[in-house]
């Protein structure tokens, strides 16, 4: 059961996300979670380097989405800007935004990527239909209380994940040093 959690990749950020061998493995579609993935946490500006990627992605043939539990305005107007379409309150992880997501993209579960920054949102929501999962580290320290609780958990399933072989130590470190950073950071604040 653990390996519900288990993402396909991890990367310290979106940057990271090798798109070229994405697309030699088949995906065509890309659902992309906002907070912390796409912006800050809260935030409604998008980083250079960013929307750089987005046009990169959109130049190599990728069809993209955003998959958000945020509120509609917020959500279709991130989406509006960058010219994708949204699913805006998505209940993540529920199957049923990751199916219209796979409607609006017009790709199957095989051709399908999920990257955002939480396990038990993204990763397990996209699992659920077998996407390819994708874990990026948070962009922000700032999050809601009951996110930053639902990150201890996440350590641990992560710790759980490696120790069973599911993750490298790399992708381990890589995670948790973004998260121990986090936890300091906000005990400072």
């Given amino acids: 059961m653990i390996e519900r959690f288990c993402p396909d990749e991890v990367h310290?950020?979106?940057?990271?996300?090798?798109?070229?061998?994405?697309?030699?493995?088949?995906?065509?579609?890309?659902?992309?979670?906002?907070?912390?993935?796409l912006v800050g946490w809260g935030s409604e500006v998008m980083s250079v380097?960013?929307?750089?990627?987005?046009?990169?992605?959109?130049?190599?043939?990728f069809r993209l989405c955003i998959a958000s539990n945020g509120v509609t305005k917020r959500v279709e107007a991130m989406a509006d800007a960058i010219g994708i379409p949204a699913i805006?309150?998505?209940?993540?992880?529920?199957?049923?935004?990751?199916?219209?997501?796979?409607?609006?993209?017009d790709t199957t579960a095989e051709q399908t990527a999920v990257i955002g920054d939480q396990i038990f949102t993204d990763v397990f929501g996209g699992n659920r239909l077998d996407l390819y999962t994708i874990l990026i580290n948070p962009?922000?320290?700032?999050?809601?209380?009951?996110?930053k609780l639902v990150r201890k958990v996440e350590r641990s399933v992560m710790r759980r994940?490696?120790?069973?072989?599911?993750?490298?130590?790399?992708?381990?470190?890589?995670?948790?040093?973004?998260?121990?950073?986090?936890?300091?950071?906000?005990?400072?604040?």
């Fill in 12 to 37: 310290k950020s979106l940057h990271d996300v090798e798109l070229s061998r994405l697309w030699e493995q088949g995906i065509r579609g890309i659902i992309l979670d906002i907070d912390n993935t």
């Fill in 88 to 105: 805006a309150k998505a209940v993540k992880p529920r199957k049923k935004p990751f199916r219209s997501a796979l409607v609006l993209l």
């Fill in 139 to 147: 962009l922000s320290h700032d999050e809601l209380s009951s996110t």
């Fill in 161 to 189: 994940l490696h120790r069973k072989g599911y993750l490298s130590e790399q992708q381990l470190t890589s995670r948790l040093q973004a998260t121990a950073k986090k936890n300091r950071n906000d005990k400072g604040n």
């Fill in 49 to 61: 380097k960013t929307l750089h990627w987005l046009r990169k992605a959109k130049q190599c043939g």
